[in-house]
């Protein structure tokens, strides 16, 4: 296949939607010889700060020497983003090398008459089959959704993590906290340890899960802590105690409150490690998480307006921007351009992000799912809101509305800020 094939093929595939479920990824994988038995990974799930916790421990396992995989979705801008080694996207042709040879056995599959696996099965099939073709020995796996029935979930990982649990895809995981929580402990194994911000209910459900299957859990303010210690030369300092596990303070190049946690998660997963391999010290932590990137995640981009890109796209997810929009910019007025998609909780995003004094540009993002810019106008009582006609056009007016000297946030939808990204730096 092509680049431009792979995604014609890519496509086709999506109008399958999402469909939970594990048999049409076991049987994908069985054809293929179980790729993903060839190498040891970290299971990450949680309804925020995933996909950063992910980053920090690739980025904690490639500088202690080890070469590590990281599949991350959804992606910003290209499918390659999906897979990385040593910190390096892989190559289109790479990618659609991946997709080809894992298209074989779909075939196979519904020659067999099996139901077609989803676009998101077909790529975490080729992604496992990518990080054993290299010999990666490590591979950090995000989850796609949930948890319990994700596709991601046929690994047996040396270390499972949950971020936090709050509400999220209620149509699809349940609507409580139990529910949801009930499917991010879905990739707890038998003997694998826990690691977990998870508060109340939620971590109340994840002991009880890991207490079946004898699975040590390890959680914040029980097992760990963290602690803010200022900003300087655009990163914040932290200190981080892991109790017996070891305590340490670095300069962490990922800004904001939530991250603090985040990080102290990615450590105490790396600590844990680090007890049986001792190529993963204190050093290479410390040097990862001064190095470590994670963009569109309140990523601040210098000029004039300032930019701040944030993926928040849930009411939690929201209230953590604001809060680090009023550490970060304590007393400046915002100017957003905000996009959101139709079955997220457009009001509640809004409630916890949007206040009278703001003003507010809305966009659509690039998703057949996404609300339209006169939808979301309609939610939000601000000092100023209007609709734009396209992400462009709203980024634009979004600075011009906040003047050389204000503060411009991009944020509402993974889907969104991935093309405000590229037209914001390519400007």
């Not at 992606?75 to 074989?104: C, W």
């Not at 099965?121 to 989850?143: N, R």
């Not at 349940?174 to 690691?195: E, F, L």
């Not at 303010?221 to 981080?240: C, M, P, W, Y």
Request: with cysteine; aromatic share 6%.
């Amino acid at each position: 296949m092509t680049y431009e094939q792979t995604l014609a093929y890519l496509e086709n595939l999506s109008k399958f939607g999402i469909n939970l479920g594990m048999s049409r990824i076991e049987r994908l994988l069985e054809l293929m010889q179980q790729p993903q038995r060839r190498f040891k990974s970290i299971h990450v799930t949680g309804t925020n700060g995933k996909g950063s916790t992910t980053a920090m421990l690739s980025a904690i396992l490639t500088a202690s020497g080890i070469k590590t995989g990281m599949y991350i979705s959804p992606h910003l801008v290209d499918y390659p983003e999906r897979m990385v080694v040593n910190g390096q996207e892989i190559t289109k042709e790479e990618f659609s090398q991946a997709i080809h040879y894992t298209s074989k056995f779909v075939e196979q599959m519904l020659a067999e008459g099996f139901e077609q696996p989803t676009e998101f099965e077909v790529i975490t099939a080729a992604a496992f089959y990518y990080f054993a073709a290299v010999g990666v020995e490590y591979a950090v796996i995000e989850v796609g959704l949930g948890g319990l029935l994700d596709s991601t979930n046929v690994i047996i990982p040396e270390i499972s993590v949950i971020t936090n649990v709050t509400l999220e895809h209620t149509d699809r995981c349940g609507s409580t906290i139990a529910d949801i929580a009930r499917h991010k402990a879905g990739i707890i194994k038998d003997g694998v340890p826990v690691i977990t911000a998870a508060k109340g209910e939620a971590l109340e459900l994840i002991k009880r899960t890991a207490s079946e299957k004898d699975a040590k859990v390890y959680s914040k303010d029980e097992h760990f802590t963290s602690q803010f210690r200022g900003l300087a030369n655009g990163k914040q300092q932290v200190a981080i105690d892991a109790g017996v596990l070891g305590q340490i303070e670095a300069d962490l190049n990922l800004i904001g409150c939530h991250q603090l946690e985040n990080s102290a998660v990615a450590v105490t997963a790396a600590l844990i490690l680090g007890a049986i391999d001792p190529r993963i010290t204190f050093k290479a932590i410390k040097n990862a998480l001064d190095i470590v990137r994670w963009p569109g995640r309140f990523e601040i981009i210098p000029g004039e307006p300032v930019i701040i890109i944030d993926g928040a796209h849930n009411p939690d997810g929201a209230r953590v921007l604001r809060h680090n929009l009023d550490l970060v910019f304590p007393g400046r007025e915002i100017t957003f351009a905000l996009g959101i998609l139709r079955d997220k909780d457009v009001a509640g995003i809004i409630r916890e992000l949007i206040r009278s004094t703001d003003t507010v540009v809305t966009v659509q993002p690039l998703s057949y799912r996404a609300a339209t810019p006169e939808e979301i106008a309609r939610e939000i009582e601000a000092h100023h809101v209007e609709a734009a006609s396209a992400i462009d056009r709203g980024i634009d007016r979004a600075k011009e509305l906040a003047g050389p000297n204000g503060v411009v946030c991009v944020a509402g939808s993974l889907y969104l800020i991935g093309e405000a990204r590229q037209i914001i730096l390519n400007k």
